[in-house]
């Protein structure tokens, strides 16, 4: 037989039963793990700005997809749990069409209408909403966010002896929700009030439609305090 013909193999390419095989099958499991990290850090990369949420949500899955356990259920409620939770809330009590949850670079967002929470010119909560308010309680008080209370007007103006401009309208808002809070227990520390008037519309304040939609109160889960 001519040298030339004589194929060579390794040690190493052959298996317990002299044919060619793996014996490092880890490395299988390396490598999905190395392009998972890699398609994170891409994700990362690719947004502008990042949705600490969905990013939460991304994290979750693949320590899932790699096995590990040690996910929401053992640190404190996260704002990928708050998001669900808020959704869940208010669903509950059916008012998915007029109070809405959001998630964003600063965090999660609920918009509720002033008109489910304050008679027009007022400042004192409706009864009809407290219960709401009160479901959110528990959420609030089991996470670490801080909680920003945010009150929006239209640009109606208003100039009463209580209230002499949207400012102060606004701001009585925001503090009577917070009140709420700090009376149902939640640490005023943990509580930001401020009033915004109506330097913040959602919509451009043309119709009386879209001024009802900037009537509104805010609750923020911040990522870090203003």
Known sequence: MEE??????????LDGDGEEGDDEPW??????????LLTFFILLFAMSSIDPVKLE??????GGHLGMSETRTQRATSLADLYEAMNEIVQEENLQDVVNVESGRTGVKMNIPSELTFNTGAALLTDELKPFLRKL???????????????HTDSDP????????NWELSAARSSSVARFFIDEG?????????????????????????????????????????
Do not use: C
Request: hydrophobic share 40%; glycine share 6%.
């Open 158 to 165: 208003i100039s009463t002896a209580q209230f002499p401009s």
């Open 137 to 151: 309680v528990p959420k609030i008080k089991g996470s670490v966010f801080p909680v920003a209370v945010i009150g």
């Open 57 to 62: 949500q991304f994290v979750d899955g693949v």
């Open 4 to 13: 030339s013909q004589v194929k060579n193999y390794n040690v190493s390419d």
């Open 27 to 36: 490395l299988m499991t390396y490598g999905d793990m190395m392009t998972l």
């Open 186 to 226: 939640v640490a005023p520390n943990r509580l930001i009030a401020i009033g915004r008037a109506d330097t913040e519309p959602l919509v451009p304040n043309t119709t009386a439609e879209n001024k009802a939609k900037n009537r509104r109160v805010e609750l923020k889960f911040l990522t870090e305090s203003l």
